[in-house]
Structures are given as C-alpha cells and as structure tokens.
C-alpha cells in the first residue's frame, strides 16, 4: 500500500510504501480512501502546531476523508487524535465519527468542502443562538472557510452578511455568493451593529477591530457574539479590557474539545446534503496522492483534495 509518511515536522510528507493498517478496536473498520482534502487543520496537525496534535512521528496526515467501506458504501470520516491519517490508500476509522453518504455525491466535492465548511456551520448551530434575520460578520472572509462561511450564514437565514478581509480584490467575489457587504479592516466599523462575528483571524487584527467596532454599535447593550474559530493572524489577540467592560461582548470559541463529537457528527449530514445539491459552492481542485510533497504548500485559492 502507498501513503503520504512525515518524518519531520519541518519537511513535507513523502509518498512511499507503508504497511497495510489494521484495525484493533470494536468500532473500527479498514475503508478504501477515495478522496482527501488537504486542510488548515491538516497541516496544523501534522507540524505540532495544532492544540489536537499527537506531536508524533513519523505519522501518516490526513483528518478527514470520503472513504469506501467493507459493503460498498460511502462515509465521510473523520479521524481522532492518530498517527494513521486519510492519505493513504487505505486507512482505519471509528464508523461512530462517520455518516454513510447517498448515492451519487462527488467524493471530491464532499472532501473539499466538509472541514471548511463544518467550522461555521458547526458553529451557528451549537455555539451560539443563532436565528433567521441576524447580521453576520465573517473576519477572514477571503480564506476557503471564510468564503464557505459567507454562504452558510445566508444559508441559515442571516438578514445581512458582511464579509471583512485584506484584499478587495478577493473581497469582490463574495457578493455573487451572499455577502451583502463587503470591507477591508480599516473599515471594520461598518459591521458595528451585527449580531455575530465568526472570526478567522484572530490575533492583533481581531483585537484592533473590537474598539471601533464596539464604539460605533447603535445599542451597546445589545448582545454580540463573537465565534473563534481559526487563528491565522496569530494564536493569541491582545484584547483591551474596555472591550469586555463597554459593550455586551462574548467572546466564545468553537472546535474540536468546545463542541462534542457526536453534535459536530450530527451537523454532517445536512452539511454534505447542501454541499450535494448546490447550495455551498465549493472549489476543489484533485491532485494524485503521489505528488504530495509538491502540493503539500501550494499556493492556490482551490481547496486540494488528494485522490489515491
């Protein structure tokens, strides 16, 4: 069997022969691997800089996949804290962190889109109260679950969604998927009366917009919610204690720990259902499993999605 190994953390995997896995547990089950998306979090997890990381090596990556069962059957899996990852040919999962999927779904598709797109969808659905006619603020907007994020909030009923990023030139796109405004950070205060803010930056950009953004708000006893969710701009904001004192702020996170397995498995169905039918547009660009060191930091706006 063929899979992508990491030795290093510093260097990318490489493809090559790797021993057959086996499967140990009462849950567990040997799939087919047919496609496998090449994620933030895949990297994050497989260089150690990720909180869910093993910190072990070598390891096979990979954290999510469309796989084929023993009966024929397609799931999407996701995998726990492992050493055993997707990219491969085949690989272990626990069919209870698994959804069987229907009939004629694009694995590519489904493999792109899932991990991206279960960050907001997750999050408007078991992080915060979220209802049909609230305003939304996507921070990272121009990012691959930025973007997805733009069209789940105006999937779920959001009366008014700003997308906030740094280039205009890839802020533009976003109207034609949902986004009814669209600004730059030095314009943050334009989003001063949302409801939400699904945050994917993080670091000194989230916590520079929170005074003007906090200063400008028409009612400052209004609630906001503000959702961490990715950390591109750094791990840590230093966020002004004005901030919490001045406003109904709240800050909340959601991931892998906050949210439990079985509400994120949960979500999934309905997540591939609109990624199926066309309601999530998705760009997903297949590359063979063999040339993964070369696409392990490619610089591309298409989600890769790694096929054996």
Known sequence: MHAAVLSAFDTPPTYRDHPEPVATGDNEMVVDVLAAGL??????????SHYSSTGTLPLVPGADAVVRDPSGRLRYAALDDTTFGTFAERTVIDIRRSVVLPNGVDPVRIAAAMNPGMSSWVALRRRVEFTAGQRVLVIGATGNAGRMAVQVAKLFGAAHVIAAGRDTARLAP????????????DRIQVAADVDVVLDYVWGEPAATAMIPMLTARADRTAPLT?????SMAGSTAPIPSVALRS???????????SVPA???????????????????DVRARAVPLAEITQAWNADTDDRIVLVP
């Open 262 to 280: 079985r509400d994120i498995i949960a979500e999934l169905p309905p997540l591939a259902a609109a990624v199926t039918d066309g309601s999530i």
């Open 247 to 257: 406003a109904r702020l709240h800050i909340v996170g959601s991931g892998i720990g």
């Open 174 to 185: 976003l109207s034609a998927l949902g986004a009814d405004e669209t600004c730059t950070f």
């Open 226 to 230: 503000w959702v961490q969710i990715g």
């Open 39 to 48: 994620h933030h979090l895949t990297r994050a997890k497989a260089n150690g």
